[in-house]
């Protein structure tokens, strides 16, 4: 028996009991004597992949699978490998590959080959369900946002439109309903505008409220309503002609 | 001061569009600006206007609301005269805030509409006024021409 057969041979007792450690440095020595067995590679893959180390595994496959590409072992590790690496494309490559070769060479590992494949398709969906729920939460959370952004423009608008329609009744002249520009007091104390209230007085001189006496020279300027009418009318102009 | 009419009755308009009118007065028709139409209805028991919807024409002058719009009852199918000492039957209006002197600027359609609904409120007497027989007969005038006198502001 050769050097290297010894060595493997160590490996495969120690990996049956368990001791990966053990084996993957005895298939190691025996891949210093003989780096060009392909066995070898696949049996320390196995080991490293039960220590969890995924890249070594890796590269162990790839180095079988350039001495013999259609290695059934080398592409079925290579696949639970870049499964644990969550390579999802690659898991599934591979487990394929492994499942045709499996298929023509009627290998007994074709069921957990086959489930191999399952659970690389799982993965597979499992991750891309969680990345499309998490996208599609964060899109509704941005449209939601969006959504709410939007009202509140629309409300704020509306709001404003609204105001916009409000002439206060302050500035509003009893006779015309217009906007007052030249607003006068009578003697009760109501202002009107100096144009309409003219009017009115050339027809009847009495007061519109109390049908007392009113006569045009009783009429004043009222100042302060004029000073608010034109400020209202300067920050709302289409109340001119609302 | 000319279009002063058509500008205040299209805000008169728009208001009761956006306000609405009080209870027991309804805007029928407001086509233009010359002639609108509105029911007006009691709103208690009072027996001689139980159920009972009255239409008014107003007619607008190009000088409303200076000059006083001329306000009518008018007489249809569904819509009688209402029984006032101060309605002749032929559906004027012998009201002092409806004639020259009595008139306002400041009164409007709704406030008008309310007067009269008040008046009939108020009412008791069950009969039209004195000579209305002869005064529907005879009248040609326009009723803001014919000067009433307004003998008995109690009705």
């Known amino acids: 028996m050769s050097k290297s057969q010894q060595l493997r041979e160590e490996g495969n007792r120690h990996f049956q009991k368990g001791d990966y450690v053990r084996a993957e440095a005895l298939y190691s020595q025996a891949l210093i004597v003989d780096p060009s067995n392909p066995l070898l590679y696949t049996n320390r893959a196995m080991s490293r992949l039960r220590l969890s180390l995924w890249d070594s595994a890796i590269t162990d496959c790839e180095a079988c699978l350039r001495l013999s590409p259609d290695n059934l072992k080398a592409h079925y590790y290579l696949s639970q490998a870049h499964l644990a690496l969550h390579a999802y494309s690659d898991a599934l490559e591979h487990a394929t590959r492994a499942h045709r070769l499996c298929v023509a060479a009627e290998d007994k590992s074709l069921s957990n080959v086959t489930a191999q494949i399952l659970r690389c398709k799982k993965e597979k969906w499992d991750h891309e369900e969680k990345r499309r729920r998490r996208e599609t939460a964060e899109l509704e959370k941005e449209w939601d946002d969006k959504i709410k952004k939007m009202r509140e423009v629309f409300e704020k608008a509306r709001v404003n439109r609204e105001k916009r329609r409000e002439v206060p009744e302050w500035a509003v002249d009893d006779i015309t309903f217009g906007f007052m520009v030249d607003p006068v007091i009578t003697k009760t104390g109501k202002s009107y505008e100096r144009a309409a209230i003219l009017e009115h007085l050339r027809r009847s001189q009495t007061d519109p409220l109390t049908r007392a006496p009113l006569k045009p020279s009783d009429l004043r300027p009222n100042l302060d309503l004029k000073q608010a009418c034109d400020e209202f009318l300067k920050e709302n102009g289409w109340a001119a002609d609302w | ?155």
């Open chain 2, 1 to 155: 001061m000319a279009g002063f009419a058509t500008k205040r009755l299209g805000k008169e308009l728009s208001k009761i569009n956006s306000n609405s009118l009080p209870p027991g007065i309804e805007l029928v028709s407001a086509d233009n600006f010359e002639e609108w139409f509105l029911d007006i209805r009691v709103l208690d028991n009072n027996p001689l206007y139980l159920n009972q919807i009255y239409r008014l024409k107003f007619r607008f002058s190009a000088q409303y609301p200076i000059e006083p719009p001329e306000v009518t009852f008018v007489k249809l199918a569904d819509r009688p005269i209402p029984i006032h000492p101060h309605i002749y039957s032929n559906g004027i209006i012998c009201l002092d805030l409806l004639g020259q002197q009595g008139w306002s600027p400041v009164q409007n359609v709704e406030s008008v509409c309310m007067s009269l609904q008040s008046m009939l409120t108020g009412n008791s007497k069950n009969e039209r006024p004195a000579g209305d027989e002869e005064f529907v007969r005879a009248n040609r005038l326009r009723p803001k021409d014919i000067d009433f006198y307004y003998d008995d502001n109690n009705v």
